[in-house]
């Protein structure tokens, strides 16, 4: 097994820019690893000139998405897969929700969240037709959650799911049955297979905002997902 310090990882950091990288990596390592703010502040003009960045500027739609949101569709052409996936390069490349590029997105996903829009993929096939609707809602605010992580109109899908968690362990064991039960009358839709709480999207909503898990809930919850023998789900390659 390798060990290393932090004293390793800030050598080989300050190492790095010597070698003329490529314009976001040297930015993400001035911010995120050594911390050098002056530094990173002209760096964040040379990124600028990555082509990744200006494939997400010049792809970008007027609604602030870039298409298809969630659902891939070989048939339908778009320079990104599906708008999760911009954002994930978007995010890579180090940009953030002061700037315009996740700026503009925001507005149309919190219609998503509140339910004023639906997304233009093509519905997925549920037992229950008006779990779609459900699912989106929720998927558009794990989606917000990885642009800004405190934003206030995440506290309601944090208690939903805070709340069917403490359902799933009540017994100190978790129990997918009590689970669903919970979520079914939580999200005020019956389904007989809901999204369970150790999936991406459910984790990315409970680790956002300020809101805190008891320690024993969160105890039992990062023992089960650790442990879990199907992984997290939805955890794929973004590659295209």
């Given amino acids: 097994m390798l060990n290393f310090t932090q004293g390793d990882l800030k050598n080989t950091a300050e190492r790095v820019p010597e070698m003329h990288p490529d314009p976001v990596p040297r930015f993400r390592l001035l911010r995120d690893v050594l911390g050098l703010d002056a530094a990173y502040q002209s760096a964040r003009e040379d990124r600028k000139k990555s082509r990744w960045i200006a494939l997400l500027e010049s792809s970008q ?3 602030g998405t870039w298409g298809i949101f969630h659902t ?19 995010l890579d490349c180090g940009l953030d929700k002061q700037g315009p590029v996740l700026q503009r997105v ?19 096939k549920h037992d229950n037709p008006l779990a779609w609707s459900v699912l989106v809602r ?10 800004d992580t405190c934003h206030p109109r995440l506290g309601e899908f944090w208690l939903l799911w805070a709340e069917a968690l403490k359902a799933a362990f009540h017994s100190g064991e978790y129990d997918r049955q009590r689970e669903i039960a919970a979520l079914n009358s939580l999200m005020k839709c019956r389904m007989q297979d809901p999204m369970p709480f150790h999936k991406r999207y459910p984790l990315l909503i409970l680790s956002a905002i300020n809101n805190q898990l008891s320690r024993d809930l969160e105890r039992m919850m990062l023992e089960w997902v650790l442990h879990s023998p199907s992984g997290i789900y939805y955890l794929l390659g973004l590659t295209q």
């Avoid at 891939?72 to 897969?81: E, G, P, T």
């Avoid at 929720?138 to 642009?147: F, N």
Wanted: proline fraction near 6%; avoid cysteine.
């Fill in 61 to 63: 739609l007027a609604d």
């Fill in 72 to 90: 891939r569709d070989i048939r339908v052409k778009q320079r990104f897969a599906t708008t999760e996936l911009a954002l994930s390069v978007a």
């Fill in 106 to 124: 925001q507005p149309t996903i919190l219609d998503h969240m509140e339910g004023k829009y639906i997304w233009p993929d093509r519905p997925e």
């Fill in 138 to 147: 929720h998927i558009s605010a794990a989606t917000l959650a990885r642009i």
